[in-house]
C-alpha cells in the first residue's frame, strides 16, 4: 500500500489530488477584525450585455467604501504581459439569457483567472433561474453554477467563489440584504464560506446606523451556548452589537457562565427537550424583553453508530435535540407572537444532513430535517416577514473534530477548497450575517461552511 | 508520506476511510440480463402507520412477480438471533406527518440492517416536501434523505439505498411510472445507482405489453453513439425493444456503422453544431418515421484547461456541443410537433455540473446548463406531456478514464459506496428506463449514476 501511495504522490496528474489530500502548506485565510477594511485591494466590477444589477451593485459597493478599479487598468501589460491584481471580481451575468452568452463570463475571467490576490473573492450575480422569462434564460442562469463552482475548485490561494441569485422582483429590502450579503462575501467573515449558491428576495430589511455593529438593539437567543461553535457564535453576536441570551443544559452551567460574563450576556440554563422547555422559554422571552429578534438553534448531539447496532435511545435522543424540540419552540414562539416581523431564524444543519454519512442515520436524519424545516418555514413565514435559513458546517476544528485520529483528520481537513478545516468562528460569522436585520430578505437558503467540500451529494 | 499512509492505513478509525479509496476487492454489482427475474429473493414491505402507497405498491409487487415476505418471518430467529435475508427491503414513509414519527423509521430498518442480501435494495417511499400539508409535515419528509443517503453510505456490499418521491395528486399514469420505477431500482439495471431522490409524478405514462421489451414500438433517436456511453445506450435501447437511430459526427462513421449494423439500428451522419443541423435533423426524422418519441442528448465533448489557460476555442465548443446544439435541437423538434405527447427527453449532465470541477470551467457550465435545462423544460413542457429529465454519470470505465493515471483512477473508482467504478451500461440502463413509455410521469429529475460518489455540492 504504501508504494502504490508513494507513486501515487509522484505522479504528475496524482499531484493535484494529493495537493488537496495532504498540502504542507495550505493558505492562511484572511479573517476579519473590527475596524479593518472588507477588503484589502480593489474590486473590478464586469458585466454581460444588459446587466440589471451593474448599477445598483457599483451604488453598493461604492457606498461601501471599497475601491472600484477602472476596467481599463484591468487589462495586461504590454511589457511584462501580467495583469495587476484585483482583491475581489464581482461580475453580473443578470444579461446572460441564452447559452450562446455564457462566452461573456469567458471573456471576462479569462484575462483575471491568474489576477486574483490571495484570499481574493469572485462572486458572480446571477438571477434565481425560476424567474427568468424562459427556458434558454432559465438555461443559462443556472450554468453560472457550474462556473462558480468550478472556479472555487480552481483558483486556489485562500479565494472563494460564490454565486449571488437576487430576484427580479427587488425593493428596497432585496438591496439592503444584498448589500448585507456583499458586504459578509468580500470581507473576511467568509473566510470558509465558498462554492454557495445565495439567494436575495424582498422582505423586510433595516440596514443598521453601524456596519460595525450591524447587530445593534437587537435581542438574540443562542442554544448550546457554553462550548464549541456555540460560544464562538455568542461572542460573534455579542461583538456585532447583540443582546446575546446564551443557553445550555444546566450540566454545561459553569461554561455557559463563563462564556456569558466575558460577553456580557445574558445566561439561560435549560433542557430543551423537557416537556415544558417551550413554555418556559416562551415565558422567560416574554418577560425579559417581550420579545426575541432572532432565535439561533446551535444546539445539537451526535450519538454515532450503524444502524444495525443503534440502540433506540441514541436514535431519540438525537432527532428529538437536533430536530422535534427546535419545532416545538418554534411552534410556540410563533404562536405567541415573541418573534416580531423582520424576525430572523437560524438553524444548523451539516454535510451529514445533505450527504448523509456511514455510522450517522440518526444525525443525518435530523440535519436533513433541519433543511426541510428551512424550506417549508420559509414560505410559510413570508408573510410574517421572518426569514428561516441554514448553515451547514463541514470539517470545523472542534474538540469533537480534535478527537479524530490524526491522519483521518488531515484527510478531513483537506478534502476542500481551502484545503483546511474550518475554525468555529467561520460558522458563528455566517450566522451572525443571517441574523443581521439587513439580511431579513434572505429566506431559504443553507449556506455550507465548509471551504466547499468535495464532500456533498 | 509513506509513513504517514501506512499509519492512516492501520489506524483504528482510518480503516473505514481507506475501506472506501483503496479497498482490494470491491462487490460484485448484480447487472440485468434478459429473462432473469426483477430480484433473486424475497422482498420486505413495510410502512409507517397511515401510509398512502402500501397498498398500490403492494399491488405492484405483486403483478411483477416479486415474492412478498411475510414479515412475521422478518424477525430474528429465537436461537440464533439472526433475521433471514430479504433481497429488498422497501418501506412506505409517507404516512410520516412530524419529526416524532421518523422513529418508526428506526423500528424497520434496525432490525433489518444486517438482513439484506448482496446487491439488494433499499427503497424508501415518500412525499415531496411540497406538496405536503404543514411544515412538520414537510420537515419529516425531507427527513427521509438523510436517512436513504446514509444507508446508502453504510450497508456496503453492492447494497443501494433511494428516496422516491410520489405525488399526492397520482394518477393512472404515476401509478404506471413507479411501477416502472421500482422495477427499474430493483432489478440489476440499476447496479451503479445509489443515494437518488427520483420523484414521480403524474403525466402520460403507458405501460408496455411486455416488460422486457419496455420501448418496443418506439422510435428513440441517440446522440453521441458511435462509442463509450453512447454505443452502450445504442445497444440497451435496442434490446429494449426501440428503434434506435444512431447519430454522430461524420468522422466517427466507420464505428458509427459497425454499432448500428450490430444492433439493426439507422446510423446517421450528423454534425449537430453545424448551423443546418437541426433543420436537417428535424427533416430526417419527418421522413423517416414522421416522429421521434425519446431524444436523448448523448452527444458531449470535454476541453479541460484551467481558465487562465484556456483559450476561446475550447470554450465555445463545449458550450456548444454539450448546451447550445441541443437546445436548438429540442426547439425546432418541439416546434414542428415531432416529439409527440407522452414523449421523452433525456440529457446527459455530470457530477462536474453538480459540484464544478478543476480545469473543467467550460464543462461544468455546459453540464450545469444541462440541469438548468431539465428544470426549465419539464415545466415548460408538462402541458404537451413531454418529460425532460437527465443522468449524471460519475465514475464510468470509459476509454476517457483508462487514460487516467492508475493511482489516480484508482482513488476516483474508490470514492463511492460501491467502491468501484460503473460501466457504460450502467448509464444506459438509466437513460433507458427515462426512455421507457411507463416513465412517462417522471419529469424534471437528474439522476446521478455514481455509484453514490461522495463528490458532490
Wanted: proline share 6%; aromatic share 4%; charged share 20%.
Amino acid at each position: 500500500m504504501s508504494d502504490r501511495y508513494a507513486s501515487f504522490v509522484q505522479s504528475g496528474a496524482g499531484r493535484a489530488l494529493v495537493k488537496r489530500l495532504g498540502l504542507p502548506d495550505p493558505p492562511r485565510l484572511r479573517r476579519y477584525a473590527p475596524g479593518e477594511p472588507i477588503l484589502p485591494g480593489p474590486v473590478l466590477l464586469g458585466s454581460a450585455s444588459g446587466g440589471r444589477l451593474t448599477e445598483p451593485v457599483g451604488r453598493i459597493l461604492a457606498a461601501a467604501g471599497l475601491a472600484l478599479r477602472d476596467p481599463a487598468t484591468a487589462v495586461p501589460d504590454p511589457t511584462t504581459g501580467r495583469t495587476p491584481d484585483s482583491a475581489a471580481l464581482v461580475y453580473d451575468a443578470t444579461g446572460i439569457t441564452d447559452s450562446t452568452g455564457l462566452r461573456q463570463l469567458y471573456d471576462f475571467f479569462h484575462p483575471q483567472a491568474r489576477a486574483v490576490q490571495p484570499s481574493g473573492r469572485v462572486i458572480v450575480l446571477g438571477t434565481p433561474p425560476a424567474e427568468c422569462a424562459g427556458t434558454r434564460e432559465a438555461t443559462a442562469q443556472r450554468a453560472l453554477e457550474g462556473l462558480t463552482r468550478s472556479i472555487g475548485k480552481e483558483f486556489g490561494r485562500g479565494i472563494t467563489a460564490q454565486l449571488v441569485h437576487v430576484t427580479r422582483e427587488a425593493d428596497e429590502s432585496t438591496w439592503t440584504s444584498l448589500e448585507a450579503t456583499l458586504r459578509f462575501l468580500l470581507s473576511g467573515r467568509s473566510a470558509y464560506v465558498s462554492g454557495q449558491v445565495i439567494r436575495v428576495g424582498a422582505g423586510q430589511a433595516t440596514a443598521p446606523v453601524d456596519w460595525e455593529r450591524p447587530l445593534d438593539g437587537q435581542v438574540v437567543l443562542v442554544t448550546g451556548a457554553a462550548r464549541g461553535i456555540g460560544a464562538a457564535l455568542a461572542r460573534v453576536l455579542a461583538r456585532d452589537g447583540a443582546t446575546v441570551l446564551a443557553l445550555d443544559v444546566p450540566a454545561a452551567g459553569d461554561e455557559l457562565a463563563s462564556v456569558a460574563n466575558e460577553i456580557g450576556a445574558s445566561a439561560v440554563q435549560l433542557d430543551l427537550t423537557a416537556a415544558d422547555a417551550p413554555t418556559r422559554l416562551a415565558e422567560y422571552l416574554a418577560g425579559r424583553h417581550g420579545r426575541v429578534d432572532v432565535v439561533v438553534h446551535n444546539a445539537g448531539i451526535t450519538r454515532d453508530k450503524t444502524l444495525g447496532r443503534m440502540d433506540a435511545d441514541r436514535w431519540n435522543q438525537v432527532i428529538d435535540v437536533n430536530l422535534s424540540s427546535q419545532e416545538r419552540i418554534n411552534d410556540l414562539l410563533l404562536e405567541r407572537e415573541l418573534i416580531p416581523a423582520g424576525g430572523r431564524i437560524v438553524g444548523v444543519s451539516s454535510i451529514a444532513g445533505i450527504a448523509g454519512n456511514r455510522g450517522q442515520t440518526n444525525y443525518a436524519t435530523s440535519k436533513a430535517g433541519v433543511i426541510g424545516l428551512v424550506d417549508s418555514l420559509a414560505p410559510a413565514l413570508r408573510e410574517r416577514r421572518i426569514s428561516v435559513n441554514a448553515v451547514a458546517p463541514g470539517f470545523i476544528e472542534t474538540r469533537l473534530t480534535a478527537r479524530i485520529p490524526l491522519v483521518v483528520r488531515e484527510a478531513g481537513r483537506r478534502m476542500n477548497s481551502l484545503a483546511q478545516g474550518g475554525l468555529p468562528v467561520d460558522v458563528a460569522e455566517t450566522i451572525s450575517w443571517l441574523a443581521w436585520p439587513a439580511s431579513g430578505a434572505i429566506s431559504g437558503n443553507v449556506v455550507r461552511v465548509c471551504g466547499q467540500s468535495l464532500l456533498g451529494a
